[in-house]
C-alpha cells in the first residue's frame, strides 16, 4: 500500500505518506494519480490531517500531490513524523500548519538526475535541473517568508532541519519535543 487515507470522523481525514514519491520500478511508491483518485474519494472535507515520513522521490508526482493540497478547501494540518526530506518537504510546504514531531527532521536539497547523451543535451539538462529549482525554491520562499536567493543557497547546500531549526527558517509552525511526547502519553494512559 503506498497511500493510507482514513476518515476520522465527520469531513474529517488523515493521510499517511509513509512511502517515496513516484512509482519505482517494481510499482511501489506514491504516485499523484494515485493520491488525486483517493483523495477525491473522500468527499467534501473541511480538515485533512496529512502525517509524513518520506525519503522524497519524483518532483513532478511530489509537486502535483502539493498542488492537490493547496487547491483542496479543506484545512490542511501536515505532521512529520520522521522524516521530510527532498520533494516530501515540498508537499509539506502545502500545510496550513505544518508540526515536526519529536526526532523528526526535514531535508531540502537541488533536485538531480540521471542522464545519457552528448554535450548539448547535459547541458539542455542542466538548464531544466535549474528551472526545476527555481521552481521549488519559489514554492519554499512563498511558505517561509525568505528571498527565494537565500532559499536556493540552502538547497544549494543540501540543508537539514531539527524541529526547532525548521520553525526558525519558517519551514514548520511547531515542533514537538519528546519531554512533551512522554507527558501527553503518561496522561493519556493515566486519564
Known sequence: MTIQI???GPRRAEILIHDAIG???FGDGLT???FAQELSALGKLDEITVSINSPGGAVFDGVAIYNALVAHPARVDVVIDGLAASIASVIAMAGDRIT??????MMIHDPWTIALG????MRDVADQLDRVARNIADIYAARTGQPVERVRELMRATSWFD???AVESGFADAHE???TDAEQHRAARRS
Open 6 to 8: 482514513m476518515a476520522r
Open 32 to 34: 499523484s494519480k494515485k
Open 23 to 25: 512509482e519505482d520500478f
Open 100 to 105: 515536526l514531531r519529536a526526532g523528526a527532521m
Open 118 to 121: 552528448n554535450a548539448d543535451e
Open 177 to 179: 519535543g519528546p519531554t
Open 163 to 165: 524541529g526547532p531549526a
